[in-house]
């Protein structure tokens, strides 16, 4: 592909001087900077610029990475380089060269482009083209630059100035005609440190977004998606005045964004098919209440359709007719809501498409109106003056409460052509979600056997119903043992037994094991730690560096009971004292109590967050200060 010149690059030596300049300094000191890192981004820049053209807006951005090698072996850190495109946006021209440390520019030859794996977008089918610098060696400069045609300006990606590596200029330029009202705003951790300004030049408006010397991401297993932590702009055209002089609506609120999602579904299920209506009917017909036929559908569905991410260009957008997805038996978020709503409204329930974005994004319909604040759709019914919110997508979710994805979020209901609704979804109580741990135990000879009986609810029950669904049965006792393991590594599981496999809302295990090894015995008296399921051993929060926030399944409540048997001829030498302690975050309760020959420790653990913030990780952190002294008391138990 021939490249047309949009981009204007320094010679190497006016270049590194830039550098010497402006970011300090040559690369040895760079490097010194960044101690441990393999490379650094000079400079990470987006350009858009936005006119009117036939009536419209019309956008165009192009896009320049160059990233310096700090060491010899940066080649393979860094190898696979790339970028994104998808059917929403038309890629002009694109290049990326390697400058080398002795002034060669070596031009990239061999892209690849490939689906992208890593989209989570239900609207865009995303793609990646990734590629290797050539000759990469310490002070080498990959260059990269893309230019695109955005096709549909409502689709507008965030702006993000932070990378997994070091990014020493972030910068975002937008400019935009008079006559024209661009909105924006400034999320994620440190987004304070962005710099704003604006211009004025002729007939249009330039704004600047800028951060430097922007520190590299560090990503932990239990943060929410990026857009919760990770400074960034979000920016959308809010009206413009087209040639007439008419100002023209354009991402003004919710009603904008309405009337653009309910165009995608429009068109679909004006009618029912003769084969779909039979299913239906065959499914309620018997039944009297809308909430005992809405329960049948949703089961049927959970069971009968599978899941099947399936979206490319405005199929990600548009549900496929409910007819297609019952004879295909497959479909994605979209054509779940679709066929859930037509089989809803043919049993007389009253059922609505719905937007929605997951717990991974931090937007909402009313402060965000644009597209990229849903990733998902579901279909929502209205039981009496209830609303029901149903996931297709779950097959083990229950009836009546939310998906986990979807908790506290806010949904967007299609009523009709010119009415919509935005309702949150309820995030589920605490004690809706419980999780009893009894354990049983006898000192042995050897040590400890035992019994163990867990009682799930909840989102714990539809959590293990999921989990199990991806475990062979060959490997399921390794699986429940790992699961179960507690006292030492020596934990030996004996058998198990398992109730609730066809109720999502409950589920029961049970199981024997042996402890060889674990109570002390020493000069006639018996040591042993009751605290054998320390469930919050390594919770700690890595405080003050982390500035990630901890996502939550879920509010719960945990309660670990371990029973001890005392032996005959023993009596209870020490016991250890029990603590309460409860913060603005979380807290517990440990007892130890004796009632006739059972020595009963008593653990209780409480969580009403979806989200812990960093404003937060001292109080939770303080909890788990009080808490690990209670890990490490021991029963005595001595001879009468």
């Excluded at 053209?53 to 165009?60: L, N, Q, R």
């Excluded at 989570?120 to 990646?128: G, N, Q």
């Excluded at 009751?530 to 890595?542: P, Y």
């Excluded at 405080?543 to 509010?555: L, M, T």
């Amino acid at each position: 592909m021939k490249f047309k010149t949009i981009f204007y690059f320094q010679p190497l030596l006016l270049f590194m001087l830039i550098l010497q300049q402006a970011y300090g300094q040559p690369v040895d000191s760079v490097a010194k900077k960044f101690p441990g890192e393999e490379a650094v981004l000079l400079n990470n820049s987006m350009q858009y610029k936005i006119r009117i053209k036939d009536g419209s807006p019309y956008v165009e951005s192009n896009e320049v990475q160059q990233i310096l090698f700090l060491s010899p072996h940066a080649a393979v850190y860094m190898s696979k380089y790339g970028f994104y495109q998808s059917d929403f946006q038309q890629v002009l021209a694109y290049k990326a060269f390697t400058r080398t440390s002795d002034e060669k520019k070596l031009e990239v030859s061999d892209f690849k482009t490939n689906s992208s794996k890593s989209s989570s977008v239900f609207y865009d089918d995303v793609r990646e083209t990734t590629f290797d610098f050539p000759s990469v060696g310490r002070g080498s400069i990959g260059n990269l630059e893309v230019s695109r045609i955005h096709k549909d300006p409502h689709l507008l990606s965030p702006f993000y100035f932070s990378s997994g590596i070091p990014v020493l200029k972030s910068e975002l330029k937008i400019s935009f005609p008079k006559g024209m009202w661009i909105r924006y705003q400034l999320l994620g951790v440190d987004s304070d440190q962005v710099k704003f300004s604006m211009e004025t030049k002729r007939n249009e408006y330039i704004y600047t977004f800028q951060y430097l010397n922007c520190a590299a991401s560090k990503s932990y297993s239990d943060e929410p998606g990026i857009a919760w932590y990770s400074p960034h702009v979000v920016f959308y055209i809010e009206k413009y005045k087209n040639e007439n002089g008419e100002i023209i609506s354009y991402l003004s609120g919710p009603d904008d964004l309405y009337r653009l999602n309910y165009g995608f579904v429009s068109n679909i299920n004006h009618d029912i098919s003769p084969e779909l209506r039979k299913i239906t009917d065959s499914l309620t017909s018997s039944l009297n209440s809308n909430e005992e036929k809405a329960r049948k559908i949703y089961s049927w569905v959970q069971k009968n359709i599978k899941y099947i991410a399936f979206e490319q260009g405005m199929e990600g957008f548009v549900p496929r007719e409910a007819s297609l997805v019952f004879n295909r038996r497959f479909g994605d978020c979209k054509d779940m809501s679709s066929i859930l709503t037509q089989m809803m409204r043919a049993a007389g329930i009253p059922a609505y498409y719905t937007w929605i974005g997951t717990r991974s994004l931090p937007y909402e319909f009313t402060k965000t109106p644009l597209p990229l604040v849903s990733n998902h759709m579901i279909c929502t019914i209205r039981l009496k003056d209830d609303y029901i919110f149903l996931d297709g997508t779950d097959p083990d979710c229950i009836f009546g409460r939310p998906s986990e994805a979807i908790q506290d979020k806010q949904a967007m209901l299609a009523l009709n052509e010119k009415e919509y609704k935005i309702l949150r979804v309820p995030a589920p109580e605490k004690t809706t979600n419980e999780l009893l741990d009894s354990t049983w135990v006898n000192i042995t000879a050897d040590g400890l056997d035992g019994h163990i009986k867990q009682i799930m609810t909840g989102y714990f029950s539809m959590d293990i119903h999921t989990r199990l669904t991806y475990v062979a049965e060959k490997d399921l006792k390794q699986y429940l043992r790992d699961d179960l393991a507690r006292g030492s590594n020596k934990f030996h599981l004996d058998s198990f037994s398992m109730g609730g496999l066809n109720k999502p809302d409950s589920f029961t295990l049970q199981a024997k094991f042996q402890l060889p090894g674990y109570a002390k015995n020493i000069d006639g008296e018996r040591y042993l730690n009751l605290n054998l399921f320390k469930f919050f051993e390594h919770q700690e929060i890595d405080f003050p560096k982390r500035e990630s926030p901890i996502e939550i399944d879920f509010k719960s409540v945990r309660k670990y009971i371990t029973i001890l048997k005392i032996p005959e001829g023993y009596r209870i030498g020490y016991l250890p004292k029990g603590k309460s302690f409860h913060n603005e975050v979380w807290g517990f309760d440990v007892n130890y109590e004796v009632k006739g020959d059972r020595l009963i420790l008593s653990q209780e653990f409480d969580n009403d967050h979806l989200m812990i913030q960093p404003a937060q990780f001292e109080a939770w952190n303080k909890v788990l200060e009080n808490l690990f002294p209670l890990y490490k008391e021991t029963v005595v138990l001595t001879k009468k």
